[in-house]
């Protein structure tokens, strides 16, 4: 008789667990993800501008003001929501926004941008996706804070809101200002 109940006691132990895991992390906000970059410096690159492969940027290229680097794709469901917010911060000139085209041919990338518009004040290209890889990236959209200095002050994964930007990015630029 044990062995016949053992089974479905398992499995009523199991659903249990699971229940309550997922009432400890209901309400949780998951595009908030810590990541090991937070308060360090932003990993050295070296990418080329999207149509220019001969004009490579670095991390030293964007030292002396803060920038918010916008991770996007033109095979982004999920960039396409975010990309008014996006244009919007970049339009108010609170911020310089650049643009990360992650896993993208050109051609697509500079379609996707004629079609929606081109908000960055320049957008480099990691085709294969490596330079991602120092970032912690792994997909898009996701978007980092780095101050004058090269920190990293904020990362966000997920489309970025209009709230999010309210309640979230534009409090921690002020105390960057």
């Not at 003001?65 to 919007?88: F, K, M, Q």
């Not at 518009?117 to 997909?139: C, F, K, S």
Request: hydrophobic fraction near 45%; charged fraction near 20%.
């Amino acid at each position: 008789m044990i062995k016949r109940l053992l089974p479905l006691l398992a499995f009523a132990l199991l659903a249990l667990l699971l229940g309550v895991g997922v009432m400890m992390n209901s309400g949780k906000d998951t595009s908030i993800l810590p990541s090991p970059l937070l308060g360090k410096p932003a990993p050295d690159f070296a990418l080329p501008v999207l149509g220019e492969p001969d004009r490579i940027i670095r991390k030293a290229d964007l030292l002396g003001a803060p920038y918010l680097l916008n991770v996007w794709g033109s095979w982004c469901p999920a960039c396409r929501d975010e990309h008014p917010v996006i244009t919007r911060l970049a339009e108010s000139g609170r911020i310089r926004v650049v643009g990360y085209d992650y896993k993208d041919e050109p051609e697509d990338a500079f379609r996707w941008l004629a079609q929606f518009g081109n908000p960055y004040d320049l957008v480099i290209a990691d085709v294969e996706g490596r330079a991602a890889l120092d970032w912690g990236i792994y997909g898009a959209p996701e978007t980092f804070l780095v101050d004058a200095q090269g920190m990293v002050r904020w990362k966000f994964v997920g489309p970025v809101t209009d709230e999010v930007v309210q309640q979230q990015l534009l409090p921690l630029l002020e105390t960057l200002e």
